[in-house]
Every structure is written in C-alpha cells, then in structure tokens.
C-alpha cells in the first residue's frame, strides 16, 4: 500500500551504520516474519541473497534494496522492510530479516464505469450519454491457497454484457519457474463503433437499425478463451507463448456501413486461432508507478493459424522505459513503442493504433489514430511535492486499510510519434484521418496523485499538433 517506501533506509539492529561502512558482514540466516496467508517459498523465489556468503555492508545494503523491490512487486504485500541484525557476541555475522504486511486478498465488488476510452472521451465525443454506462458484480480472489494464484470472474451489463472467468497459476514446478492460466470471455452488444472518421470512432446502435424497441437487440457478440504458459528465467525475465480463440458474429445491417468490418468480402463471422509470444525483462522498483529502473517488452503475434481462413494478420511489437530518480526529489521518466503489421488491408475489428489505454499520446484523449505501423516516445520531468502516510487506527477495522498513503508529483512532458496508415482514401474504415500519416505531437503540464495500491489519477493539461488545449483527467501511469 506504501506509495513510496524508502526501502534504502535500513534499520541495523546491535550496531552502528557509521562503523559498517567498511565492513565484511556474513550473513548467518535470513527469516521472513508477517506472512500469514503466502506460503514461504513464494517470498524466497525472490530473495536473491543467500546465507553462508560474505558481502561488504555497502554492497550489502544495495541487494537486500533490490530484494525488497522483488518482494513488493509480486503484489501480494503492502510493505516490506528489511532490518540486518547482528548476531549478539558476534563482530560481523548477521541475520536478515524481512518484515512483510499482507494486503487484503479477497475483492468482491460492484462495476460502475464508463464504457468509453477514457473521461474526455465520453464527454465531448459521446456527449455524456447516459446509455454508456457498464455495471455489474465482479470477484478477485488474489493469493488463493498463499501461492500468488489469481482467480477472476465478472458479470457485467449495461453498454456492453460480458461474462468473464480466469485463473492464474504463476509456478508449477518446483523450481518455481513454469506457470499458466487460462481464462474466458464472453460478450453482447447492442451498439458499436463501425468506422473511423477524422480519428473518432462512429457508433450504431439497434435502434438505429431495428427501430425503438423495448427489447434488448444484440448486433454483435464475441467468444474469446486464451491458454497461457510462462517460463521465468531469472528474477527479472519472463516468456509467455499465449494461444488464442476468437469468434466475433455481427447482424448482416452492419454492412451497411462498414462492409469491411470483419473482412474484405462483407463477412458476418469472423473465427481464428492467433499464437503470441512476449519477452518481458522488468527492472523496474514499482510496478504501477516506478521511479527507478527499466522495462523491456517485446511482442510477435499472428492472428490466424490457418486452421480458419478469416484471417490472416502478424505484427510485432516493442516497449522500452527508463525511469531515472535525480536530486531534490525530481525524477525523469521516458518510453519508446513502435508496432508494425501486416498485410496492408486489415478489417476494422481487428485495426490498430494509438488511442487505447496507455497506449495513447497526451493530448489526444479524444482520438483513436489507426494504422498498420507506429512509434512514440513519452518524456516527463517531475518532482515530487509530498509524500504522506495517515493512519486511521481503530477507525478502520481491517487492518490492511488503516494507513492511507497518498504522493504527489507535479510534472511537465512532451509526447511526441506518427502512425502510418496505408489504406486507401476509399477505405470505409479510417475516413478523412487527420493525425496519420503526419508527425504528431503534444506537451503540457499535471499533477500525479498515487494511493492505496499504487492506484494513480493524473491531472493534465495538454496542447497537441492540432494546436487543440485541453484539460483531461486519466488514470494509472502517464509512461
């Protein structure tokens, strides 16, 4: 829950630091104390230090820091702290000791959100439609049986109806090395975007087609199931391969205006098998809001195995960034992506581009820029103006809650990209795009504002190539 533990502040216990810089300490044993729910084995899969090995204390402090950041980022805890304490009689043997406090593991909860990308989204591009809305129930159960397994399910209605069952077994070896996981999808529309016109999607609805009516009328649906396995090479490493099944259906009037929705020839179906594979190296100190470190992601992918012929599409994919802690609490932070496809013609369902997630430039909430290929880089330079922890006490009964972290950091950026769109003009699908095709950029000033689990609300104010200013409000991570 900690926004931003100082975990290079180690606490030395029987000694002081002052006479340590020089020293060569052993370690004796290393124990973990707070671990109620997650079995043992689950925390030292990330403990790089061994007992029975000397280290210098300064070199010392670094891995049992980078050991820290293992710990944290599974997950699965609020804090951890380490503290070294001296083997009482003993000039240089010690003990590690890792303090851990376990989050709140069970989520059910109720879905209320927007359907759309993102709040500026929905308010200027949809007009604040009051139709869309998601609602519904929805259960994690985070740590099941204590080892890091994740077990999902969701019923949603509202814009869009989607039923949703997933588990996730990390590690199924003993080395703890192997996992998988697999999970289902099911979802109904009765409304959806057809075309791309200036970079903002259109929308139909049944009532446009089959008149007012007081039954729900479906125009679309899609079954997806995915099979995962994961091998994790090193403490920072992992390799997925993921294998896909998709079936998308839609009503014969959507061909009416997007007769290349699903394909070329005006289909109604759409089925294929797609294998992925992803090569993820993650350095990073904190996963939702890191300061310090890197990400390496890398993705190849293609869509239809031949055992369907609905398709017939590849791409690749890559991420890198870098996060830099300065003096004075500032703090510099930037990112490459760039993504390639093929062939040229893809159908609408299936086009890509930036405007989704974080994958989205600042300044264009308001657009969806589709293409076959693009690359974009994410400067920010920020300094963080608080970091404060309260603790309600008794106030709160559950103890995982009662301290209420929050930072502050007011940051200036600059994004920057192009997106290369290579249908024709004819096209039904991108029509009269303004931001392909061109460089585009944006640059501004906000304030990030990070809470309990790392959650984070960006306040920004942006100016982008269109010379288009803007206020928008969006969450998690700006990079």
Do not use: C
């Amino acid at each position: 829950m900690s926004v931003e533990t100082e975990l290079g502040n180690l606490e030395v216990i029987n000694k002081t630091k002052d006479s340590l810089q020089n020293q060569i300490l052993f370690i004796e044993k290393i124990e973990i104390k707070g671990n109620k729910k997650t079995k043992r084995k689950i925390i030292t899969r990330e403990i790089d230090l061994q007992a029975n090995v000397s280290h210098p204390f300064k070199e010392l402090k670094e891995l049992i820091k980078l050991d820290e950041n293992k710990i944290f980022n599974t997950g699965l805890f609020n804090s951890v702290n380490a503290e070294l304490e001296f083997i009482e009689g003993s000039e240089n043997h010690v003990k590690i000791i890792f303090f851990v406090e376990e989050r709140w593991y069970i989520w059910p909860s109720i879905i209320f959100k927007l359907a759309d990308r993102n709040f500026s989204d929905w308010l200027f591009n949809q007009d604040a439609a009051t139709d869309r809305f998601e609602y519904g129930f929805k259960f994690d159960q985070f740590n099941v049986r204590g080892l890091n397994e994740k077990l999902s399910a969701m019923a949603q209605f509202g814009f869009k109806r989607r039923f949703y069952f997933g588990y996730n077994i990390p590690y199924l070896n003993k080395d703890q090395t192997f996992g998988m996981g697999l999970n289902f999808s099911f979802s109904e529309l009765d409304q959806l975007d057809y075309t791309n016109i200036e970079n903002k999607r259109l929308f139909i609805d049944a009532d446009s087609i089959y008149g007012d009516d007081n039954d729900r009328q479906i125009i679309s649906n899609t079954l997806t199931s995915n099979l995962f396995f994961n091998y994790r090479e090193s403490y920072y490493n992992t390799h997925s391969v993921r294998l896909t099944y998709s079936r998308t259906t839609i009503v014969d009037e959507i061909l009416q205006f997007n007769e290349n929705y699903l394909g070329r020839d005006g289909e109604l179906e759409q089925d294929y098998f797609g294998l992925t594979y992803i090569f993820r190296r993650d350095f990073r100190d904190r996963n939702n809001y890191p300061l310090k470190g890197f990400l390496i992601d890398g993705r190849l992918a293609k869509i239809g195995l031949g055992i369907f012929n609905d398709i017939n599409q590849g791409y690749a994919q890559a991420h890198v960034a870098h996060f830099k802690p300065l003096k004075y609490n500032f703090n510099i932070a930037s990112s490459l992506s760039a993504y390639t496809s093929y062939p040229r013609f893809q159908p609408y369902n299936n086009m890509q581009g930036l405007g989704f997630a974080n994958n989205l430039l600042k300044g264009y909430e308001l657009y969806v820029i589709q293409g076959q290929h693009y690359v974009m880089n994410k400067t920010e330079f920020k300094k963080r103006l608080f970091s404060i922890e309260a603790n309600l006490g008794k106030l709160m009964p559950l103890k995982q809650f009662r301290k209420v972290p929050i930072a502050a950091y007011f940051k200036v950026f600059f994004d920057h990209g192009y997106v290369q769109n290579n249908l024709p003009e004819s096209s039904r699908t991108t029509v009269s795009p303004l931001l392909s095709n061109r460089y585009i950029y944006s640059y501004g000033a906000g304030l990030d504002l990070v809470t309990y689990y790392d959650a984070v609300l960006r306040l920004e104010y942006s100016i982008n190539a269109l010379n288009e200013g803007g206020f928008f409000i969006n969450v998690k991570s700006g990079i």
